[in-house]
């Protein structure tokens, strides 16, 4: 079975600075697909960014970036210039069809962002 | 707006007591999850109907039970609630065929059991 691991509970930051998250994974599989979720108090589970394993590029979406290492299974959140909205858990998900497409989500990391 | 609906948004229960938590989708979706989250865990997947008809047990099915009631409709039950069922419970729904797509999460139920 996948299992997707956060080894970080919690990381802080100073607004406008960077910080990146860590996520690894655990597959046999070649072609999945890899997701950050973001989850502010509010408890709503926003998509942030995703990832085709099939693609070298690393995907971006305005401040957030990835680094992904397919050899390595190590799949990171890059947030740069760090926003008080981007307080937040922040969970690293895995889905392919392989595994009946099913997501399978890490332990999850808290952001928190100091003014 | 479209999206997924959970009903209701906060539940407390006595043990032993049942409930049925709603979920409904208007994205035309044909598969449907059922996710608690507890602290430290993240979302670990309950039941999931793949499409229509269909139900298959996830990672912690133990006490709940599912029902597909239709294309839009994927309900989850507690039959005798207990107090390891107090968690965050989400709905989402997601194309079958759409690897790159993830999920479509509504807004959670919490759901204390004393």
């Known amino acids: 079975a996948q299992t997707v691991t956060q080894s970080q509970p919690e990381m802080s930051v100073q607004e406008a600075e960077t910080v990146t998250l860590s996520c690894t994974y655990d597959t046999s599989e070649s072609d999945y697909y890899l997701f950050w979720y973001k989850q502010p108090p509010s408890r709503q589970m926003i998509l942030v960014i995703r990832?085709?394993?099939?693609?070298?590029q690393n995907a971006t979406e305005n401040r957030f970036s990835v680094n992904f290492q397919k050899a390595a299974k190590s799949f990171s959140l890059k947030i740069s210039d760090s926003q008080l909205g981007d307080a937040a858990m922040y969970f690293c998900a895995y889905r392919s069809q392989a595994a009946g497409n099913k997501l399978t989500f890490g332990g999850g990391t808290r952001v928190l962002v100091k003014p | 707006n479209a999206g997924v609906t959970q009903t209701p948004k906060f539940q407390v229960l006595k043990t032993g007591q049942s409930m049925t938590l709603q979920c409904a989708q208007d994205m035309n979706h044909n598969s449907m999850y059922w996710y608690r989250q507890d602290p430290g865990m993240g979302l670990r997947l309950i039941y999931y109907?793949?499409?229509?008809?269909?139900?298959d047990k996830g990672e912690v099915p133990n006490g709940y039970n599912v029902s597909r009631l239709n294309k839009r409709e994927f309900s989850l039950r507690l039959e005798s609630a207990a107090p390891s069922q107090t968690s965050v419970y989400f709905c989402a729904s997601s194309e079958v065929w759409g690897q790159y797509y993830g999920y479509t999460f509504g807004s959670g139920t919490r759901l204390t059991v004393v």
């Open positions: 990832q085709e394993a099939y693609k070298q």
């Open positions: 109907s793949a499409s229509e008809g269909t139900t």
